[in-house]
Structure formats: C-alpha cells, structure tokens
C-alpha cells in the first residue's frame, strides 16, 4: 500500500488545499501520473504519484486544507475497478470539473447520475491575493533574516551573441535558442565548480545540494511572478535547457506546475531585461543562499549581471570568483559549448 | 491558396490572443510594438514566431523580428 500524502512545495509550506482529484477511487495510476491538484499559497500545482496501482481510498475531499505530510490517499496494486455513474452525468462531471470519487451516488444501486454532479461545485480560490501575501512573507523573512551582500559586473555578450546568430540562422524556429538558456548553461556549469551558492540555509547551517535546481522568476499574465525550478538545469545539454525552459515557462503560465518545481529550486535567476530594466539587485528566496539578477543587453551588446547572496554562507572574495567564471563562460561560449 | 491580408490578420490575432488571453486586441494600436503594447517578453515573441509558422507556415528567420515587431508589420511582411 502506497500512501499518497500532502507535499511539502516549499520549505515554507506548512499546510495545503486539496482543489481537486485527477484520479477516482478504482482508477489506474502510473508513477508519475498527475492524480491531484494542490493548492499552495502561491500557485495550484499539480501533484504526482511515486508509484503505480489501483487508488483504492481518497481521504481528503477537495477544498480540505490540511497539514503538509497527511495522508490524501491510497493507492494498491490490483485490478481496475470503476465506480458506476450515468454516461450522461460521467459527461457533465467532466464539464463542470467535479471530482467523481467525493460523491455518494443516489441512482439505482447507489450509482451516480446527473442531479448529484448538480449539487456539488468545485471550489475556486484567487491566487492573486494568496500569492502576494506568500511572496510578501518570504521577501519579509529573507530582508529580516539573510545578510545579503550584493555584488555586481558587465558581461560582454558580443561573442555569445554571434554564436547565437548562427547558431539560430541555420535552424528551424522551433528549435532555435534565445540568450536566456545560454545564461542558465553558464550558471549551472559555473555552480558545479561553486557549489557553495547552490543549496539552503537551514537550522543554521549550509546545506549544499548535489543537482542545481534552477529557479527562474517568470511574470504571470495579468500579475504575480513566481520561481519554479528547472529541474536538473546541470545535468541538461543547451538544446535541453531552452526546451525545458520553454515548457517550464508554458506551464507556469497555465497553471499546470509540478510539485517538485516548486519545492526544489536551490539558486535563483530573475532576469527582468525584455523589461528595460539595467541591472537587478534581487531578494534572496529563503532558505536558498544566493540569487543572479540579469538586466537588458545594452547597445554595446554588455549585459549587468549582480549576484545577490547570502553572507552567512558565502562572501565578496567567493561571489566574485563565482560571478568571474559565469562571465568567462559568457563572453566566450565557442570555449564550452 | 495564398491567404488574404484579413485571414492573416485573424491568424496573427487569434495567435496574440492564446499567448496573451488578457490583452484586449480590439484597442490593440496597430503601429505599436506588440512587445510594449501587450507585454510580449522574449519567450513569448519566439512562440508568437513558433506560432506563425505552424499556422501560416512562414519560418521567420531572427533577422527579419524587427519587421514583424508591430501588428501592421506582421501583416504587410506576411502578405508579401
């Protein structure tokens, strides 16, 4: 028996909402099929099964906040089983988003027909405002907490952008790279040879983590910004980090996040350069350590780069190294790529 | 059948309008930079031009962006 319970999509989350089931009790789920959609303070996330097998119990019905860790439900390998319902009210539960497993059915043989889809209706949250006040107190904690030190440098794009121009002309739209992947291959190759800006501050000590889990701050249509992780950003080719990035992008925007890339980004980058913007001193995201800022790429074809990090785990002589070798691979990509 | 000026514009539209849902197309300034007007960043310009190319079946290469930077010259380089 698999329990599938309430994860923890950020070390700040201590409780989530339950919006909605993907699966119903007697459904087949594969591991890492999508089975629930989790609210968070920040974002609806979508959540996974680690493994395979019929769902045999839901335990917590939609619109239920509970504590991160309880169990939502039970999964077992056995064979399909399906609830009986109408095809008529399977139709309508699937038009008004109604989740199937949390209804007692009052047809005949308690099967479920369309008046009980009628009286159930999911629940909507706003996450406009649940967002703001989540991000309000991270930003809080992290001014109050962290000693951020910043430190900043002009990176000669030149090279890097000529490399790109050819690389792009001899290619399809659909498979060409923009300078956003190029920065996040250099930051993640940069981190492996500094892994003391990739991790999390915790119970006092740092942390290091193993895998770069790239946080990437990206606008929401109609406000709000938010940093999911591009998952394994150090392990990933440079064709795979601008596919990644672009989906990653997508779905951010839909609302179809997993949990993971929420929970696990270890360093962030914010790059605010499409906004005009000339150089970024950013707020680190607790309890990761250090945060690069990217402004637009000016006439000279220079970009400002600005580390802001965490003084507790790093300091001015670390970030500077750190910040050289991000702007050595920068300026000259044919070296390493 | 080459398409009309009009069907190009409804494909460019209806393309804005899946990248950008909230933007109200209909006071769209034709002659304004869609990446100002309707806040296109730099992922959303190179799926604006994936878009096109699905639809209209136009490979636009990254020299010819500044041409297509406004509605109106999206059309008149489309049409042509």
Redesign the interface.
């Known amino acids: 028996m698999y329990e599938f319970k309430m994860p923890a999509l950020g070390a700040e989350m201590t409780e989530g909402t339950l919006l909605e089931w993907k699966v119903k009790e007697g459904d087949e789920v594969k591991a890492h099929d999508i089975i629930a959609l989790i609210d968070t303070d920040k974002a609806a996330i979508e959540a996974e099964s680690f493994r395979g097998g019929i769902v045999e119990k839901l335990l917590v019905k939609p619109g239920e906040k509970v504590p991160v860790g309880t169990v939502l439900a039970h999964i077992r390998d056995g064979e399909e089983e399906r609830a009986k319902i109408s095809p008529r009210a399977r139709k309508l539960a699937e038009k008004k988003d109604v989740d199937l497993s949390q209804i007692k059915g009052t047809g005949p043989e308690g099967s479920i027909v369309e008046a009980d889809i009628e009286k159930t209706a999911p629940a909507k949250t706003d996450h406009r405002e649940s967002m703001k006040k989540a991000i309000a107190a991270a930003m809080a904690k992290s001014k109050r907490e962290i000693p951020h030190y910043y430190l900043s440098c002009s990176i000669d794009c030149s090279k890097a952008l000529q490399w790109l121009e050819a690389y792009n002309r001899e290619r399809p739209v659909s498979e060409r790279i923009l300078f956003a992947a190029l920065q996040a291959r250099a930051v993640a190759a940069a981190l492996k040879k500094h892994p003391e800006f990739n991790g999390y501050f915790v119970n006092g000590e740092f942390q290091p983590k193993e895998s770069v889990h790239m946080g990437f701050a990206i606008s929401l249509r109609g406000g709000g910004l938010i940093a999911p992780a591009l998952l394994d950003a150090d392990k990933l080719s440079l064709e795979e980090t601008m596919k990644n990035l672009s989906d990653l992008v997508a779905r951010t925007r839909e609302g179809k996040l997993r949990d993971r890339e929420m929970s696990d980004p270890t360093i962030t980058i914010t790059n605010l350069g499409d906004l005009g913007v000339d150089a970024v001193f950013g707020v680190i995201y607790p309890p990761q350590v250090a945060l690069l800022g990217f402004g637009k790429i000016g006439e000279n074809q220079a970009i400002s780069m600005t580390l802001s990090a965490d003084h507790r785990v790093t300091n001015g002589l670390s970030g500077s190294r750190f910040l050289n070798t991000i702007k050595q691979l920068l300026e000259d990509p044919e070296k390493w790529l | 059948m080459k398409k009309s000026r009009e069907e190009i514009r409804q494909v460019v539209l209806g393309v804005l309008h899946r990248i950008?849902?909230?933007a109200d197309l209909d006071e769209l300034d034709p002659d304004a930079l869609l990446?100002e007007e309707i806040e296109l960043?730099?992922?959303d310009f190179?799926?604006f031009?994936?878009e096109i190319?699905k639809e209209l079946k136009r490979?636009?290469?990254?020299?010819d962006y500044t041409r297509i930077s406004t509605l109106n010259g999206c059309l008149d380089y489309l049409s042509s």
Request: charged share 35%; net charge negative.
């Open positions: 950008a849902p909230e990446q960043d730099s992922m190179l799926r031009v994936q190319d490979d636009i290469p990254e020299s």
